[in-house]
């Protein structure tokens, strides 16, 4: 049996997956695995139980991962899951951009009971004029799920679309339209590009990236979207291009003080990823991620511990072993269980950043004194038996 708990609504797609194996609790301090999409989780100290965290989303700023990777607690995230519905507003935004759908709208819901309507809006009509999509330049900063739908989408629409990622991963590759471009430095996407969409993980190398100088860089009356993260972009320099009349608009879907209400700007309350379709294949994808590690001790999209991947269960025991990522530990490991007579039919070791993980099939019964000289290793955070 596995305790749960779900510290935001999870969608019942998701849930649906759990068997009876899974029961929920709603006491934290309880819970082997935590079900969670927005809530804080900062102030949150890990219960000795817990084992896993699972995001229904990409972004885990809410999560720390950090001191959680420390407790030996995998935190999980879903890349991807909510590409389609980021990528379709994403379209809408520049759609938005480029003709003032916004202000159009608004113009007419002002004009209720106005029986003239329809004879004023031929007048006002060209007050909202804009222009084309087709034909322009987009720039992509950032190929990963969610970029390279925005740039197949961009390409079906007619544009003409460069893409920069010096980390691009071959499935993106793959993914991608042959006729997008593919630029290795950024500036070029700065120098050439009508409208620039952001599509990178927050972090010290990227923040407040698009900054005075890499605006100063970009074409007069230039679109740029921010539909990743609000930090990204150094809002203040933005507000100033805007005024200054080098940016033409700023969409973004991350509403606060510094952007809302300025001439612009379109603020869209953080909608990107909500669809019923996104928040399902996230909920889905997060449940499946979070009962492989229960039952087998598998690891996929985890942002503090490494991808690893051992199958089902074989063998007559699954020892997992959380370590830091330091020489010889694995050598330590199997020279304990040899010492012991154990014969490990299956293993794997994988690393990411300072810590590592290890997964061992084994045909022998697991004594406490064998887990008792296995936890004495410098450096093992925690070790579970699977089974």
């Known amino acids: 049996m596995f305790k749960y708990t779900c510290l935001n609504p999870i969608s019942k797609e998701g849930l649906d997956f759990l068997t009876d194996e899974y029961v ?15 809530a804080k989780m900062h102030d949150m100290e890990p219960g000795k139980d817990l084992l896993a965290v699972a995001r229904a989303g990409a972004g885990v700023n809410n999560i720390p991962i950090e001191k959680y990777a420390e407790h030996g607690v995998v935190v999980f995230n879903t890349p991807g899951a909510n590409a389609n519905g980021v990528k379709e507003l994403v379209i809408a935004g520049m ?7 916004v202000g159009g709208v608004n113009w007419v819901a002002d004009q209720a009971g106005d029986a003239d309507v329809a004879a004023k809006a031929e007048k006002q009509k060209k007050q909202y004029a804009g222009n084309e999509i087709y034909g322009k330049k ?6 990963g799920a969610i970029g390279v739908k925005v740039a197949n989408a961009a390409m079906a629409l007619g544009m003409d679309v460069y893409g920069y990622d010096p980390f691009i991963s071959v499935e993106a590759a793959w993914n991608l339209a042959r006729d997008i471009k593919h630029i290795k430095d950024v500036d070029e996407i700065y120098k050439t590009c009508d409208y620039i969409t952001i599509h990178v993980p927050l972090t010290d190398d990227t923040k407040k990236m698009v900054n005075a100088a890499a605006i100063d860089k970009m074409k007069d009356g230039v679109v740029v979207l921010n539909f990743a993260r609000d930090m990204l972009v150094d809002e203040e320099d933005m507000i100033k291009a805007l005024a200054d009349g080098k940016v033409k608009r700023y969409v973004t879907d991350f509403p606060n003080p510094t952007t809302v209400g300025k001439d612009g700007v379109i603020v869209i309350p953080h909608l990107g990823a909500s669809t019923a379709e996104a928040e399902d294949n996230c909920a889905k994808m997060a449940v499946r991620q979070l009962m492989d590690f229960m039952e087998n001790g598998n690891i996929r999209n985890s942002v503090n511990f490494p991808n690893c991947d051992l199958g089902p269960v074989g063998g007559a025991h699954r020892v997992a072993i959380y370590h830091k990522n330091v020489k010889n530990m694995l050598g330590q490991f199997t020279a ?6 154990i014969n490990i039919a299956n293993m794997t070791n994988k690393s990411k950043g300072d810590f590592a993980y290890s997964l061992f099939d084994i045909e022998s019964e697991i004594t406490d004194d064998l887990l008792k000289k296995l936890e004495d290793v410098e450096g093992v955070v925690k070790i579970r038996v699977i089974k």
């Open 24 to 38: 929920n609790t709603d006491n934290f301090d309880e819970a082997q695995a935590v079900l969670v999409r927005s």
């Open 95 to 101: 759609l938005m951009a480029s003709r003032d759908i």
């Open 138 to 143: 987009l720039g992509i900063i950032g190929l």
């Open 336 to 341: 304990i269980m040899a010492a012991a007579d």
